[in-house]
């Protein structure tokens, strides 16, 4: 079996609601423009030229803090985790699980969202949306989030987002070439890996799990860089960020769970691999998000992962086992 666990959907009914209250996601060109993330027999037929191929849903391009003030954004939530169950339980071969949105500007009512998405709903963790609302992953306020999940031993997704309107260079106004979202997403992913890092937060809930974007976005490439480069900073410019952790800076980073979303780059595999060891890697396409409305995205990652020079076993983890024992699933 393949275990696709980054999976995007906009769920029918909830694009309605979203439709009718005027509200449009930051994505909403993208949604539009890719069929597959509202129409379930298109998808299903794509999923069809894939043997054993179930998917996680995960919900695209919005969030219910970004879409409303903190009362409506709770029932926003409410909503799209309602049609998630719901999705799950219709087609449970088609989707192994799928994962809960959080009103995030209204915290209180977002641990009780998780114990009614996990208890009731049975998702199988979370999505946040990173920046969140504009603010950094550590800050105090997001502290009972992940002392819920890490209760619940069940994963938080990260998926980076990056407005156009910020620029490349201060003397414009915009990102040009869609730089905003080509390069945007893994930085933002790469800052927020950071700030859990360094703000103490794996070092509080050990037990946290996150899944990251794009394989760890930056941080395999760079391990090298951000050893020396820290080393430095408290070495030689007395700056002590290592001086609450307890263990290796770079065990931190390792403690990251990452999809395989690196359109197709069996080399870009090895290099997450390498770093990050077989039981922290899990297939994820990012699907439907390409050219070819989703086709290319779940094809490209089969088969770098079927190329990486490692063990089948390592490749039957990466492909399945991974997911079903992170999430705990009763397939």
């Not at 070092?203 to 799990?209: A, D, S, V």
């Amino acid at each position: 079996m393949k275990i696709d666990v980054y999976a995007h959907i906009m769920p029918a009914n909830y694009k309605k609601v979203l439709d009718k209250l005027g509200r449009k996601p930051a994505l909403q060109d993208v949604i539009e423009s890719i069929p597959t993330l509202v129409d379930l027999d298109k998808r299903f037929r794509m999923m069809d030229r894939y043997q054993d191929l179930v998917q996680v849903l995960t919900l695209v391009g919005t969030s219910p803090e970004e879409m409303a003030g903190p009362n409506e954004a709770v029932e926003l939530a409410m909503r799209a985790n309602d049609e998630m169950a719901e999705l799950v339980f219709k087609y449970p071969d088609r989707f192994a699980a799928a994962t809960a949105v959080l009103p995030m500007n209204n915290i209180d009512a977002a641990i009780k969202e998780i114990d009614r998405a996990i208890n009731d709903l049975k998702l199988r963790g979370i999505l946040i949306r990173t920046p969140i609302n504009g603010k950094p992953v550590d800050l105090p306020e997001f502290m009972p989030i992940y002392e819920k999940m890490s209760q619940y031993n069940l994963p938080i997704w990260f998926h980076p987002q990056r407005r156009r309107d910020i620029p490349e260079y201060a003397t414009e106004t915009e990102s040009r070439y869609h730089i905003w979202h080509m390069w945007g997403l893994p930085y933002e992913t790469t800052v927020a890996m950071t700030r859990l890092v360094f703000s103490g937060i794996l070092e509080k809930y050990p037990n946290l799990k996150i899944i990251t974007h794009h394989c760890g976005a930056m941080i395999p490439f760079f391990e090298g860089r951000i050893r020396g480069h820290y080393d430095l900073c408290e070495m030689r410019l007395n700056l002590k960020f290592k001086q609450n952790l307890t263990k290796p800076l770079i065990e931190y980073f390792r403690m990251f769970y990452n999809d395989t979303s690196v359109h197709g780059s069996t080399p870009a595999l090895m290099c997450g691999y390498a770093f990050f060891g077989a039981d922290h890697i899990l297939f994820g396409t990012d699907m439907p998000m390409d050219s070819q409305i989703g086709a290319r995205q779940i094809r490209d990652n089969i088969q770098a992962i079927e190329q990486m020079d490692i063990l089948d076993s390592d490749k039957k983890k990466i492909f399945e086992l991974n997911a079903r024992n992170l999430l705990r699933l009763p397939i």
